[in-house]
Protein backbone atom coordinates (compact mmCIF):
# COMPACT_ATOMS: atom_id res chain seq x y z
CA UNK A 1 0.00 0.00 0.00
CA UNK A 2 2.92 2.43 0.04
CA UNK A 3 2.98 2.69 -3.41
CA UNK A 4 -0.62 3.69 -3.64
CA UNK A 5 0.46 6.57 -0.86
CA UNK A 6 3.39 7.61 -3.25
CA UNK A 7 0.82 7.91 -6.05
CA UNK A 8 -1.56 9.87 -4.29
CA UNK A 9 0.64 12.19 -2.56
CA UNK A 10 2.62 12.55 -6.47
CA UNK A 11 -1.08 13.09 -8.36
CA UNK A 12 -1.97 15.32 -5.47
CA UNK A 13 1.13 17.62 -5.68
CA UNK A 14 0.99 17.55 -9.71
CA UNK A 15 -2.88 18.82 -9.07
CA UNK A 16 -1.89 21.36 -6.24
CA UNK A 17 0.80 23.05 -8.20
CA UNK A 18 -0.33 22.31 -11.44
CA UNK A 19 -3.75 22.27 -12.40
CA UNK A 20 -5.13 24.60 -9.74
CA UNK A 21 -2.63 27.48 -10.52
CA UNK A 22 -3.27 26.15 -14.38
CA UNK A 23 -7.50 27.07 -14.53
CA UNK A 24 -6.97 30.82 -13.88
CA UNK A 25 -3.84 31.05 -15.91
CA UNK A 26 -5.19 29.44 -18.86
CA UNK A 27 -8.63 31.15 -18.37
CA UNK A 28 -6.97 34.36 -18.16
CA UNK A 29 -4.42 33.40 -21.47
CA UNK A 30 -8.24 32.63 -23.33
CA UNK A 31 -9.14 36.46 -22.37
CA UNK A 32 -6.19 37.51 -23.32
CA UNK A 33 -6.14 35.73 -27.09
CA UNK A 34 -9.81 37.09 -27.42
CA UNK A 35 -9.40 40.77 -26.07
CA UNK A 36 -6.42 41.69 -27.06
CA UNK A 37 -4.43 39.39 -29.40
CA UNK A 38 -2.15 42.30 -31.10
CA UNK A 39 -0.46 42.98 -28.10
CA UNK A 40 2.02 39.99 -28.55
CA UNK A 41 3.60 38.34 -32.00
CA UNK A 42 2.07 34.52 -31.82
CA UNK A 43 4.68 32.24 -33.34
CA UNK A 44 3.10 28.94 -34.61
CA UNK A 45 6.12 26.53 -34.41
CA UNK A 46 5.22 23.09 -36.51
CA UNK A 47 8.26 21.28 -35.62
CA UNK A 48 9.50 22.33 -39.28
CA UNK A 49 9.25 26.17 -39.67
CA UNK A 50 7.96 29.33 -37.60
CA UNK A 51 5.19 31.32 -38.88
CA UNK A 52 3.73 34.39 -37.65
CA UNK A 53 0.05 33.37 -36.78
CA UNK A 54 -2.73 35.54 -38.24
CA UNK A 55 -5.29 36.31 -35.29
CA UNK A 56 -7.95 33.77 -36.26
CA UNK A 57 -5.50 30.97 -36.41
CA UNK A 58 -4.21 31.99 -33.15
CA UNK A 59 -7.78 31.89 -31.45
CA UNK A 60 -8.53 28.69 -32.96
CA UNK A 61 -6.09 27.07 -32.05
CA UNK A 62 -5.84 28.47 -28.65
CA UNK A 63 -9.24 27.40 -28.18
CA UNK A 64 -8.75 24.27 -29.48
CA UNK A 65 -5.48 23.27 -26.97
CA UNK A 66 -7.45 24.97 -23.81
CA UNK A 67 -10.47 22.98 -24.31
CA UNK A 68 -8.05 19.76 -24.42
CA UNK A 69 -6.26 21.22 -21.19
CA UNK A 70 -9.12 21.68 -19.67
CA UNK A 71 -10.50 18.26 -20.43
CA UNK A 72 -6.96 16.74 -18.96
CA UNK A 73 -7.32 18.30 -15.72
CA UNK A 74 -10.75 16.97 -15.10
CA UNK A 75 -8.96 13.71 -16.00
CA UNK A 76 -6.28 14.03 -13.42
CA UNK A 77 -9.49 14.88 -11.33
CA UNK A 78 -11.09 12.15 -11.83
CA UNK A 79 -7.80 9.43 -11.26
CA UNK A 80 -7.66 11.51 -8.05
CA UNK A 81 -10.90 10.52 -7.22
CA UNK A 82 -10.47 6.42 -8.46
CA UNK A 83 -7.31 6.57 -5.77
CA UNK A 84 -9.69 7.91 -2.99
CA UNK A 85 -11.68 4.96 -3.74
CA UNK A 86 -8.67 2.78 -3.32
CA UNK A 87 -7.31 4.21 -0.03
CA UNK A 88 -10.73 3.64 1.35
CA UNK A 89 -10.31 -0.15 0.07
CA UNK A 90 -13.52 -0.08 -2.45
CA UNK A 91 -11.23 -0.78 -6.08
CA UNK A 92 -14.64 -2.37 -7.21
CA UNK A 93 -16.78 0.60 -6.39
CA UNK A 94 -19.32 1.51 -9.39
CA UNK A 95 -17.54 4.91 -9.72
CA UNK A 96 -13.91 3.25 -10.18
CA UNK A 97 -15.07 1.76 -13.20
CA UNK A 98 -17.02 4.83 -14.18
CA UNK A 99 -14.16 6.50 -13.51
CA UNK A 100 -11.74 4.22 -15.60
CA UNK A 101 -14.23 4.47 -18.68
CA UNK A 102 -14.29 8.18 -18.70
CA UNK A 103 -10.52 8.78 -18.11
CA UNK A 104 -10.17 6.39 -21.20
CA UNK A 105 -12.68 7.89 -23.20
CA UNK A 106 -11.25 11.36 -22.88
CA UNK A 107 -7.73 10.30 -22.92
CA UNK A 108 -8.50 9.30 -26.46
CA UNK A 109 -10.47 12.19 -27.65
CA UNK A 110 -7.51 14.40 -26.32
CA UNK A 111 -4.84 12.49 -28.29
CA UNK A 112 -7.05 11.82 -31.70
CA UNK A 113 -7.75 15.70 -30.91
CA UNK A 114 -4.29 16.81 -30.63
CA UNK A 115 -2.78 14.57 -33.31
CA UNK A 116 -5.40 16.63 -35.55
CA UNK A 117 -4.70 19.82 -34.56
CA UNK A 118 -1.30 19.63 -35.35
CA UNK A 119 -1.78 18.00 -38.56
CA UNK A 120 -3.70 20.81 -39.81
CA UNK A 121 -2.11 23.41 -38.41
CA UNK A 122 1.18 21.89 -40.58
CA UNK A 123 -1.52 21.89 -43.20
CA UNK A 124 -2.74 25.16 -43.52
CA UNK A 125 0.79 26.81 -41.90
CA UNK A 126 3.08 25.36 -43.21
CA UNK A 127 1.45 24.22 -46.39
CA UNK A 128 2.96 20.71 -46.16
CA UNK A 129 0.77 17.17 -45.69
CA UNK A 130 2.96 15.72 -43.29
CA UNK A 131 1.92 12.19 -41.57
CA UNK A 132 4.61 11.47 -38.76
CA UNK A 133 4.51 7.62 -38.34
CA UNK A 134 6.14 5.87 -34.84
CA UNK A 135 5.87 6.91 -31.36
CA UNK A 136 4.66 10.08 -31.59
CA UNK A 137 3.18 11.34 -28.10
CA UNK A 138 -0.36 12.15 -28.89
CA UNK A 139 -0.11 8.10 -30.08
CA UNK A 140 0.67 7.68 -26.79
CA UNK A 141 -2.06 9.21 -25.10
CA UNK A 142 -4.21 7.47 -27.43
CA UNK A 143 -2.70 4.25 -26.18
CA UNK A 144 -3.46 5.16 -22.33
CA UNK A 145 -6.52 5.95 -22.88
CA UNK A 146 -7.53 3.30 -24.51
CA UNK A 147 -5.64 1.21 -21.93
CA UNK A 148 -8.09 2.87 -18.81
CA UNK A 149 -11.12 1.69 -21.04
CA UNK A 150 -9.67 -1.99 -20.36
CA UNK A 151 -8.76 -1.67 -17.14
CA UNK A 152 -12.27 -0.52 -16.59
CA UNK A 153 -13.68 -4.32 -18.26
CA UNK A 154 -11.45 -5.51 -16.29
CA UNK A 155 -12.33 -4.06 -13.06
CA UNK A 156 -16.10 -4.91 -14.00
CA UNK A 157 -15.32 -8.75 -14.76
CA UNK A 158 -13.46 -8.59 -11.23
CA UNK A 159 -16.62 -7.20 -9.71
CA UNK A 160 -19.06 -9.25 -11.58
CA UNK A 161 -16.17 -12.28 -9.81
CA UNK A 162 -16.40 -10.95 -6.56
CA UNK A 163 -19.85 -10.91 -6.07
CA UNK A 164 -20.25 -14.48 -6.92
CA UNK A 165 -17.51 -15.56 -5.11
CA UNK A 166 -19.47 -13.85 -1.77
CA UNK A 167 -22.67 -15.13 -2.84
CA UNK A 168 -21.50 -18.78 -2.89
CA UNK A 169 -22.47 -20.28 0.33
CA UNK B 1 -33.21 -17.50 -11.31
CA UNK B 2 -35.23 -21.11 -12.15
CA UNK B 3 -33.69 -22.76 -9.20
CA UNK B 4 -35.69 -22.54 -6.14
CA UNK B 5 -34.10 -23.40 -2.51
CA UNK B 6 -37.21 -24.96 -0.71
CA UNK B 7 -34.64 -25.13 2.31
CA UNK B 8 -37.39 -23.20 4.93
CA UNK B 9 -39.89 -25.78 3.84
CA UNK B 10 -37.10 -28.48 4.51
CA UNK B 11 -36.57 -26.97 7.61
CA UNK B 12 -40.23 -26.21 9.14
CA UNK B 13 -40.70 -30.45 8.01
CA UNK B 14 -37.90 -30.68 10.53
CA UNK B 15 -38.72 -28.52 13.14
CA UNK B 16 -35.62 -27.03 13.03
CA UNK B 17 -34.29 -23.62 13.65
CA UNK B 18 -32.61 -21.29 10.71
CA UNK B 19 -29.87 -21.03 13.60
CA UNK B 20 -29.61 -24.68 14.60
CA UNK B 21 -28.73 -25.85 11.03
CA UNK B 22 -26.01 -22.81 10.61
CA UNK B 23 -24.35 -24.38 13.88
CA UNK B 24 -25.18 -27.75 12.70
CA UNK B 25 -23.05 -27.21 9.20
CA UNK B 26 -20.73 -24.95 10.17
CA UNK B 27 -21.68 -21.97 8.24
CA UNK B 28 -22.88 -18.13 9.59
CA UNK B 29 -26.84 -17.66 10.03
CA UNK B 30 -26.09 -14.87 7.22
CA UNK B 31 -24.62 -17.12 4.57
CA UNK B 32 -27.79 -19.22 5.51
CA UNK B 33 -30.33 -16.40 5.25
CA UNK B 34 -28.32 -15.91 1.60
CA UNK B 35 -29.29 -19.52 0.45
CA UNK B 36 -32.71 -19.28 2.01
CA UNK B 37 -33.84 -16.18 0.33
CA UNK B 38 -32.18 -17.11 -3.13
CA UNK B 39 -29.77 -14.62 -3.09
CA UNK B 40 -26.70 -17.65 -3.31
CA UNK B 41 -25.27 -17.18 -6.91
CA UNK B 42 -24.16 -20.87 -5.95
CA UNK B 43 -23.20 -22.96 -3.37
CA UNK B 44 -20.70 -25.65 -2.83
CA UNK B 45 -21.10 -29.57 -2.81
CA UNK B 46 -19.05 -29.33 1.06
CA UNK B 47 -22.15 -27.37 2.10
CA UNK B 48 -25.03 -28.97 0.36
CA UNK B 49 -23.32 -32.40 1.54
CA UNK B 50 -23.44 -30.81 5.32
CA UNK B 51 -26.85 -29.68 4.93
CA UNK B 52 -28.12 -32.70 3.54
CA UNK B 53 -26.45 -34.77 6.47
CA UNK B 54 -28.38 -32.12 8.96
CA UNK B 55 -31.51 -32.79 7.32
CA UNK B 56 -31.01 -36.04 6.15
CA UNK B 57 -32.57 -35.41 3.10
CA UNK B 58 -31.56 -35.47 -0.51
CA UNK B 59 -30.26 -32.59 -2.39
CA UNK B 60 -33.49 -32.34 -4.59
CA UNK B 61 -35.43 -32.15 -0.99
CA UNK B 62 -33.77 -28.56 -0.73
CA UNK B 63 -33.40 -27.85 -4.75
CA UNK B 64 -35.93 -27.61 -7.23
CA UNK B 65 -35.82 -26.40 -11.24
CA UNK B 66 -38.89 -24.23 -12.24
CA UNK B 67 -39.05 -23.28 -15.56
CA UNK B 68 -38.32 -19.19 -16.43
CA UNK B 69 -41.37 -19.27 -19.06
Known sequence: ?169 | MPIIVNLDVVLAKRGMKSYELADKVGITTANLSILKTGKAKAIRFSTLEAICKALDCQPSDILEYVSDD
Request: net charge positive; proline share 2%; aromatic share 14%.
Open chain 1, 1 to 169: MRKLVILKSLVDFIWIVTCIPGIPLLLFFMVFVFINPDSVNFVIDTGVSKTEASTLQVQLIALVLVVLCFIGIYCLYLFRKTLRYFQQVKPFHEDVIANFYKIGYLLSGIGISALMVFFLARLFVDNKFRIQLGISSYLLIVCLGLFFMVLSEVFKVAKHAKEENELTV
